[in-house]
């Protein structure tokens, strides 16, 4: 899970980025099945405590610094029944263990490192893992959130990703089909494309986490 923008958005949060960093350690297979069988021991009650599990298998091996804080966010903005990010879609807890599981399953059978991301969707919350010959995609898809201001939580370290969009949207040329979004200079208006946007490079993960 990461940073939100508004308008299409991937990103890569701390329990994604630890969960990739964890699962390409020369002892992944081991702790990624310790892993496994925390989440699992949840299952009678409902999966619940899985933010204190991600802690203690994920944030304090990669040693992001604040753990309170990621566990804080996790629990407030994505596994609050009472609230949250999406309410209407509670609990989503069980069915964000349940998918992590099956990675974790993956990973371990095969030998393979884990690619994950956080997508906003149009609607819903769903889960997709694909196994390729070289690794384990995991993408975690939600909404929008209601309310994006989650504060004080460890950012990751960026990831290169390109958007590729059928639309016209302001930019400048960095290559033969990319465009690059650029925040204008100050006393300067934005720059216009002409034309259609082929493929943006998001340089940086947007919004905060």
């Not at 699992?40 to 204190?52: F, M, P, T, V």
């Not at 590729?164 to 979004?181: F, Y």
Request: aromatic share 10%; proline share 6%.
């Amino acid at each position: 899970m990461g940073g939100f923008a508004p308008g299409p958005h991937i990103s890569k949060g701390p329990l994604c980025y630890c969960l990739d960093k964890v699962s390409r350690r020369s002892d992944a297979v081991k702790r990624l099945g310790k892993l496994r069988k925390d989440l699992q021991g949840l299952k009678n009650a409902g999966y619940q405590g899985s933010a204190e599990v991600f802690r203690k298998h994920l944030f304090d091996v990669c040693k992001i610094g604040d753990t309170n804080s990621v566990v804080k966010y996790l629990k407030m903005y994505w596994f609050n029944e009472y609230g949250g990010w999406w309410p209407h879609l509670q609990p989503i807890e069980p069915a964000f263990c349940i998918g992590i599981i099956k990675t974790l399953k993956v990973a371990i059978d095969k030998k393979l490192p884990i690619e994950s991301y956080w997508l906003i969707v149009k609607a819903g919350f769903e889960m997709t893992i694909a196994q390729s010959p070289h690794q384990v995609t995991l993408l975690i898809m939600t909404p929008e959130p209601a309310d994006p201001r989650a504060s004080g939580v460890w950012t990751p370290k960026q990831a290169n990703i390109w958007l590729v969009k059928d639309c016209l949207l302001g930019g400048e040329r960095v290559g033969d089909d990319e465009w690059e979004r650029k925040a204008p200079k100050k006393g300067k208006k934005k720059t216009s494309a002409k034309g259609r946007v082929v493929s943006i490079h998001l340089k940086r993960a947007e919004g905060k986490y």
